[in-house]
């Protein structure tokens, strides 16, 4: 029976939507993150030439 209640409780969770403001920081971040990668491999790219 326990089992049941823990189910119907994790169905009827509100949905997890962080505000605009914290949505825009995250993708952001997350651009910033893959330049910062890309930057690095073209970095490594460069240094493995000379």
Known sequence: ???STIGTMLWSD???KPP???R???D???RAGL???LAM???MF???IR
């Open 20 to 22: 605009k403001d914290l």
């Open 14 to 16: 509100p949905e997890n």
């Open 41 to 43: 491999v073209v970095a």
């Open 46 to 48: 460069v240094l493995g």
């Open 35 to 37: 330049l910062l990668a």
């Open 1 to 3: 029976m326990s089992g």
């Open 28 to 30: 952001m971040m997350r």
């Open 24 to 26: 825009d920081a995250q």
